[in-house]
């Protein structure tokens, strides 16, 4: 498989890594983790982070699927037109998200969208699959879904306007190298049309430098998640290591700083194995036959 690929690319395995490898499900219970107690909360740091941990994972999945989703289309449509004045509005949209922070955007949101026009709640954040009655008003799973895409929207806006103004800007950099290149100028001697080699020649291969800028804005998505959840009051980890800050709860704080440098180090590795999945020239080790 593509991932036991990688670890062999990355180091040389040993054979005792490969059995345990093999036997991780075996191995894993018998070191168990113990972070500590929480001096605060009088419970097992491990426990408060699995209770927290989903909450923010929800949140930062559903900022990157927000940037991503966002920011691919205005990336190509801003190369594809480029010095137009759609060019121009997505560069200064671009612009506007990577000099704002992510707390000035919820405080932002918070005023103009709950407290003038009501649409949004404030704060909280509701779990998609949280039981029907332990939500508010819900009588059914469809409306605790309902009720959390209603939660999740103003923190997912205010935590991916980051990702998406950067993963825009690699985007139309990406895009206009490789529309400049010969293969393009050629594609469009022999009359293909633009669209086509924007979708099938182009696309592509333009996708390793924003591969590369997702798993790094895996930083600074953590990050804005300890701002946007104190701001919207969500009871993540972001929250969580404030609690622990400003209590001197330095098991607490030592638990989630490790949670958080595993989250960021599992990214980076999916980052690098997705080269393999655009890009056929990267193998990790693969013998040609």
Known sequence: PLWLRYINYIGDVSPIWLSTVDSFPYVVPEFGVDLGRSLKYGAPVSQK???????????????????????????????YRRNKPTDHVSRVVALVGVSTPSFWIGLLLIIVFAFYLGWFPASNLVLPWASPESVDGASTQWDVFTTAIHHLIMPTIALGTLQMAAITRIERSAMLEQLSQEYVQLARAYGVSDRKIL??????????????IVGLQLTAAIGGAVLTETVFEINGMGRLIIQGIQALDYPLIMGTTIVFGLVFVIGVIITDISYAYVDPRVSYGEQET
């Open 49 to 79: 982070i699995m209770e927290r941990l989903p909450v923010t994972l929800l949140l930062m999945g559903s900022a990157f699927t927000f940037a991503i989703v966002t920011a691919v289309p205005l990336g190509v449509i801003s190369a």
């Open 199 to 212: 979708r099938k020649h182009a696309f592509r291969p333009a996708q390793l430098p924003v591969i590369t």
